[in-house]
């Protein structure tokens, strides 16, 4: 089916609001002249430190897919999805679009689709507000792959078991040079509004403390500071505490880690994430023990060790079946956090020669 170009934007509005790691919106898009949407990865914006086999930004392309796809299905239009349609391993997917057909999925997905633009990331703490006993229930009943799970715990213990791997993984991201200057680099130090990447303020770092993470912006400085635990009073406050602070705490989980995977499980992520902001819920999500332990980068030996102590720590809990992907912290808090922004669309259209 041929869309006018109305709609293309409208479709491509929509994948443009997606989430992405550290807002890298690592993805590019063509419309064929047969009516379909390729989505690719972006070269120069994927494959790199933790992403070395492309978890985060098969994520992100999930996210991208599923916006798509709500947003079309809100049109009156329904989606098929080809994943990994030829042998370019940065072809993620082509969509075609027809005529709707499916009235039931129609006003699920509908609703979902309306929370697109409203979406996003909540990083301040802390949350409050004591969450209804069937929560777990409604934002898992937004799922609708099998293979992918929600997980929503409330109870103090039950977060407490994920509490210390939480810790460990995001810690391990200031203590390795290359996740260190992976993690910098997407941090903008003098444009308050960055078309891509985040500021200071995005990341939810107060006022005060910000001229100490320009100091341990550069790899030297910081190692300086984690001789006298720097690393692990970063994880306290950007972990521990604002989990300890939320009433809720939300694991993503798979049944498999492929490439095809990682886009399935982006695709669920981003219905979570609408259903959440549909309940009111804010939701800060933390990446590094699932993405760390699947994406297994090159560190030194203490540290490759720690991680296998976090995957063995997630095997404990989930058991063999199941991968984490990511963790989401949730609660309420009123008032908006600073936004992040996005790139110009026209920058996103791929050229093929
Ligand atoms: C795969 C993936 C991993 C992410 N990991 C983290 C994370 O570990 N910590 C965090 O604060 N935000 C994380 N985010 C949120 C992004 O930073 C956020 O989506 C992006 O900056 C765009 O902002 P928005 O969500 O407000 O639109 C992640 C998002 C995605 C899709």
Redo the contacts with the bound molecule.
């Keep these: 089916m041929l869309l006018d170009a109305q709609l293309k934007a409208a479709i491509i509005q929509a994948a443009l609001y997606s ?5 890298s919106q690592p993805w590019q898009y063509v419309w064929h002249d047969t009516g379909d949407l390729s989505i690719w990865s972006d070269p120069q914006l994927s494959g790199k430190a933790t992403d070395q086999t492309y978890v ?1 930004t098969d ?2 392309i999930g ?1 991208v897919l599923e916006a798509i796809k709500l947003q079309a299905k809100s049109l009156g239009i329904d989606t098929e999805l080809n994943y990994f349609p030829d042998e370019d391993p940065m072809h993620v997917a082509v969509v075609s679009f027809t005529s709707q057909t499916n009235q039931k999925l129609e006003a699920d997905d509908c609703e979902l689709a309306k929370y697109i633009a409203d979406r ?2 909540d ?1 301040r703490f802390p949350f409050s507000g004591k969450l209804d006993v069937n929560i777990g229930r409604q934002l898992s009943e937004s799922l609708n792959d099998e293979n992918c799970q929600l997980h929503t715990f409330t109870d103090r213990k039950e977060i407490n078991n994920y509490l210390p791997l939480i810790k460990k993984a995001e810690s391990i991201r200031f203590r390795a040079e290359s996740l260190h200057s992976e993690l910098f680099q997407t941090v903008n130090f003098e444009d308050p509004t960055p078309s891509q990447g ?1 500021t200071l303020g995005m990341l939810g770092i107060e006022p005060f403390a910000r001229p100490i993470f320009r100091y341990i912006s550069t790899w030297r400085n910081m190692q300086k500071l984690n001789k006298i635990g720097a690393s692990k009073m970063i994880a306290i406050r950007s972990v521990t505490l604002p989990i300890r602070l939320s009433p809720g705490l939300c694991l993503l989980t798979a049944s498999g880690e492929s490439r095809l995977d990682m886009v399935k499980a982006g695709q669920q992520m981003l219905r979570f994430w609408l259903a959440a902001t549909k309940l009111g819920l804010s939701v ?5 023990p699932g993405v760390l332990t699947l994406a297994k980068p090159a560190l030194d030996p203490l540290l490759t060790n720690e991680l296998s102590d976090v995957e063995k720590g997630l095997a404990e809990q989930l058991g063999a079946s199941a991968t984490a992907i ?1 963790f989401f912290r949730i609660g309420f808090k009123k008032g908006l956090p600073i ?2 922004q996005r790139r110009n669309i026209d920058s996103m259209l791929k050229i093929v020669s």
């Design positions: 989430p992405s790691a550290d807002n985060l994520l992100a996210n996003h990331t990083r985040m800060h999500p933390y990446a590094a990511m936004r992040s």
